[in-house]
């Protein structure tokens, strides 16, 4: 939870709209929601992330993600909210996947993300849970996943081809996400230029100034 509250600053400059961390929905209550499908982890998959996360017993269930955002997602999503996206820490997954890092549902603008799978690795976590969280709401305007592995839009069936991945928009999807936002290239740039800075990443920082000189020059 700390580190979701200190993604919030990213998240604004990258989406160049207000991010917001709603209130904290307890597991139990959700369990108490009779549409919410269940099923148990992998005595395989839980036996080795429980290491990790101290034997924990509560994490032993699975939630179906298309279930959860329907009957717990969709009622609560604010008025004035333009997407909303859940984040659980316990593992999903649909019909189609026997996990998920994340899905969305694009008719509503809702989603879900777990970090199952993703947390207690170190600054990996932090990596990799912000690709696929700014990934996840993307999608829900409308932007498909893409075969491009210089683009965050990429689709990650793994962890290891999730650590490979990039922070940033291909072209393409910068572009379609631009029209459905309506930001502006150049004032989105120099945000992400400040905060990858104060991160200290001199690769993204310099990748985000140079996508403002060429943004200034082609305005002139």
């Not at 036996?47 to 990790?52: A, D, F, I, P, V």
């Not at 909210?81 to 969305?104: Q, R, W």
């Not at 990039?166 to 740039?189: H, N, Q, T």
């Amino acid at each position: 939870e700390e580190l979701l509250n200190s993604e919030v600053e990213y998240l604004k400059a990258f989406l160049q709209l207000e991010v917001k961390i709603l209130e904290r929905i307890s597991y139990d209550s959700i369990k108490k929601i009779n549409s919410i499908q269940t099923r148990m982890v992998p005595s395989s998959d839980f036996q080795y992330y429980s290491k990790m996360k101290g034997g924990t017993p509560t994490l032993r269930e699975q939630i179906q993600a298309n279930s959860f955002m329907k009957y717990v997602l969709e009622s609560r999503k604010p008025k004035d909210a333009i997407a909303v996206l859940g984040i659980t820490e316990h593992d999903i997954y649909n019909p189609k996947y026997n996990f998920l890092f994340g899905i969305s549902e694009l008719k509503n603008r809702i989603g879900l993300v777990s970090t199952f799978r993703l947390i207690d690795y170190g600054e990996e976590t932090k990596s990799n849970i912000r690709k696929v969280v700014s990934k996840q709401i993307v999608n829900m305007f409308s932007i498909s996943n893409v075969k491009d592995f210089k683009c965050v839009m990429n689709f990650h069936i793994n962890r290891d081809e999730l650590n490979r991945g990039k922070f940033d928009l291909s072209p393409r999807a910068l572009e379609k996400l631009k029209y459905a936002i309506g930001f502006d290239y150049m004032e989105r740039f120099i945000d992400l230029a400040e905060f990858w800075k104060m991160e200290s990443n001199v690769q993204e920082t310099q990748y985000y100034e140079e996508c403002g000189r060429r943004t200034q020059k082609a305005s002139h």
